[in-house]
């Protein structure tokens, strides 16, 4: 069947040559092909389809170097019906099997030294498009032939919603062909050479397909992979959904209000602050640049406070509006909130609140925590031409998964972009497979947060509670989770009968269901949610409240930290290693990989599967001295490996802030809006 497939390929790729007028630049271009024979031809992934028409000539042959799968089979069956012969291989591009990389270039070498060119892609699928890898330098290292890079553009193709948006040109069009300049590598280069070589590569392959784009007449936005747009290059149109779901929250905004008056009955909002949520401001826009920063709830706002900190300290003359989502994270703020930063509830997404507030505030750069995003959010404020930044930025494996299935509307919503400051590269991957543009790696920001600040007086009363009981904590724990650890609590109790496990749930209103297991189980408990504390007859405590978890890792002698023995992705340890306090992990932390193995690799963290393992590892923790006083040392060596985060991001958005002005830009707002 590819064989097949593979020849109507050659047909079709014959049939928009034929069709098409070609314009090669410089007008010697094929002359050049003969003359410098045998040569290393790049090209970018994405144009890898039209690679038969750089066959100029009978007195020359071309191998194309193609990988080892289904659409190399293929583009091999394609390229047979031009004559051209095929190197089977590729570089691993990130992964760790082999894919016949070193097979391909021992045959590859041995091509150009018997007189033929050899043509492959300069980047390598799974790694970033667009991105040059060493493998083409090292190739003309040891080949002694020099590298040049090539592009092909049309007028008129279709893009694939593919890793490097493969082009399909159409044919009746017109056809550019731009030939670079020759890149010689000399055999004593060394590692940093080939480096600066391989960036040489990529810049000169970028400026003959712009150039090939401009010379055909075609939109190279459309054949670009987002993360080779620059951050600000134009946000892609609003597809049908998007513009559904704007259609519909517009639709629905006269409703609002009763949505508001529901939650305010449920405790849910502050009837006092019910403007704000509609987009109306409770406080004026102080004059000057103004950074708008959103946080959705208490971990976002613990992680962005020390950002708006630093900021602020960099920008003696900049002020700050911080939006949150929940009452709770409303009153952290209201205590820790500096000079020049102004308090503010986040309007809800219709485009009518979002125009309200983004006219009153009029930010110079908006910088939103995590992942919560919302399309009117986001729509509106790139409408206002205001560079947006997502710090902090995480989306878990469901949420990706959900996304991928509607990858063109994430794509529109993640263009208007301009920085993603991703936690680790297995997200900035994420992000960038989303439509995501200038994605960044720059770990977590909860590394250097400093400790949030405990109550000192409940600290004394729960300390003076549990005396010298060995505690263990069970953190963020998820439906499916606490069975495990009170199997394990009842287990460890046998040989340590003073054990007092803590639970926390994840969601405090699961806590009547956390207690009627544990009722069920026959363990005696006491629970936070009501005032009490632990007694010597309590085996567990059952803390069903909210922004304590400081509080009691302060307490534990380890943590089990939820979310991980279930496949939801796992939950921050952050909080529990900055206490000092040793890890234990389910397999299931794919949300925060790159913590959990930097914590792994030194030993700060132990993975287990089920509540036999949850028992032994807490075992060891709670009765070996030796082994907790290591996993603690190694928790904190981890941390100075994954730190640095907080620095990036001020960085980050000073980069996209205009310099300071004379602070007239709030009080020509404030006449706009009275007039």
Known sequence: MRELSGAALARYIRFVRRTSRLVVEPEDGVARFVAETPQIIAMWHGQFLMIPAINPSDQVTTAAMVARHGDGDLIGHALAGFDMPMIRGAGAGGRQKDRGGKAAAVAAIRALRDGTNVAMTADVPPSEPRKAGPGIVLLAKHSGRPIVPIAIASRRF???????????????????????????????????????IRQQVEDELNRVTARAYELSGGNPLKATPASALPGDAPPLPMGYRLATYRGLTRLASPAVPLFLRRRQRRGKEDP????????????????????????????????????????????????????????????????????RAIHQLLPVD????????????????????????????????AKQRVPILL??????????RRWRKARGLAAELFSRLRIVMAQDETLAKRFRTLGARDVRVFGNLKIDTPPQPIDQAANARLTMALGDRPVLVAASTHDGEEAAVIAAHQSLSRDLDDLITIIVPRHPERGDAVGAALRDAGVTFARRSRAELPSQAHGVYLADTIGELGLFFACANAAFIGGSLIPHGGQNPIEAVRAHCPVITGPHFANFTETYRALIAEGGARIVDDADALTEAARALLTDPAASGAAREAGQRALETLGGALRKTVDAIVEVLPEEDDGTKGAEGALKRAS
């Open 391 to 400: 710090s902090n930025a995480r989306i878990s494996q469901r949420s990706f």
């Open 272 to 339: 006092k602050r019910q403007g704000e949520r509609l987009g109306y401001a409770s406080q004026p826009r102080p004059t000057g640049r103004l950074v708008w920063f959103h946080a959705a709830s208490i971990g976002e706002t613990n992680a962005v406070m020390p950002v708006i900190e630093e900021l602020l300290t960099r920008r003696p003359s900049l002020n700050v509006v911080l939006t949150t989502g929940t009452i709770t994270s409303s009153e952290i703020v209201k205590e820790r909130l500096p000079e």
């Open 158 to 196: 279709f893009a694939f919603e593919s890793w490097s948006r493969m082009t399909l040109n159409l044919p009746f069009s017109k056809l550019a062909l731009v030939v670079g300049t020759p890149i010689s590598v000399r055999s004593d280069v060394t590692a940093d050479d080939v480096d600066t």
């Open 350 to 381: 219709t485009p009518g609140n979002l125009r309200r507030f983004l006219a009153h505030w009029q930010p110079d750069a908006a910088v939103l925590t995590e992942s919560d995003l919302w399309p009117n959010m986001l729509v509106e404020t």
